[in-house]
């Protein structure tokens, strides 16, 4: 189903400190498991969320980089950590920061893939702000969205090598 297309309303959404949003996922990332903390703070049912797409909460402020790093490092079996700006269903949005991880059977296939999202400081949010407005105007400057995406993963590869540091190493010091 085509994610929902509600205009973002600027507004934040926050939950408790002591809470984790989790969600399970199929191989695809067809959300087969959401907590309740998932339904309270995206304002889903959870009935509204297993079966979907978990792009259901993509925000259209994320750089779709940002993703691709994150399919291509889960699928090749490794764990990451991301900051990531959801929506909501009624348009507001709700900053996380995600550890993701594939799920293994006994062979060491994988059979799916697992999120908990606690909340994230402030300071590494206003950073990632600019970066990711940065890298989505990459993105938006190229005709091919392909073209863009890897215009905006070449850029971001940029920052890391400034800094002398690998994506989790980053992100894990903001
Ligand atoms: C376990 C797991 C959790 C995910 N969590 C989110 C999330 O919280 N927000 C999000 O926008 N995408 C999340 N994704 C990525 C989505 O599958 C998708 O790649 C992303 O929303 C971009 O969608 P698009 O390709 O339609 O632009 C997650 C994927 C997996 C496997």
């Given at each position: 189903m085509a994610r929902p297309t509600v205009p973002p309303t600027g507004r934040e959404r926050t939950w408790p400190d002591n809470k984790i949003i989790v969600s399970k996922t199929d191989k695809k990332g067809i959300i087969t498991y959401a907590n309740k903390v998932f339904c309270d703070v995206a304002l889903y049912n959870e009935s509204e969320l297993?079966?979907?797409?978990?792009?259901?909460?993509?925000?259209?402020?994320?750089?779709r980089c940002v993703f691709k790093l994150l399919w291509d490092t889960i699928e090749a079996g490794n764990e990451i950590f991301a900051y990531v700006v959801n929506q909501a269903k009624n348009g507001d949005h709700y900053w996380v920061l995600a550890h993701v991880t594939p799920t293994f059977d006994d062979n060491m296939n994988i059979i799916g893939y697992h999120s908990s999202r606690r909340v994230p400081r402030r300071e590494p949010i206003e950073l990632l702000k600019t970066v990711y407005a940065d890298l989505l105007a990459i993105e938006k400057s190229h005709e091919s969205p392909k073209q863009g995406m890897l215009a905006a993963e070449a850029k971001l590869m940029e920052i890391l090598n400034a800094k002398g540091m690998e994506y989790d190493e980053f992100i894990l010091s903001l």
């Open positions: 297993v079966g979907q797409n978990h792009n259901i909460i993509r925000h259209p402020d994320m750089p």
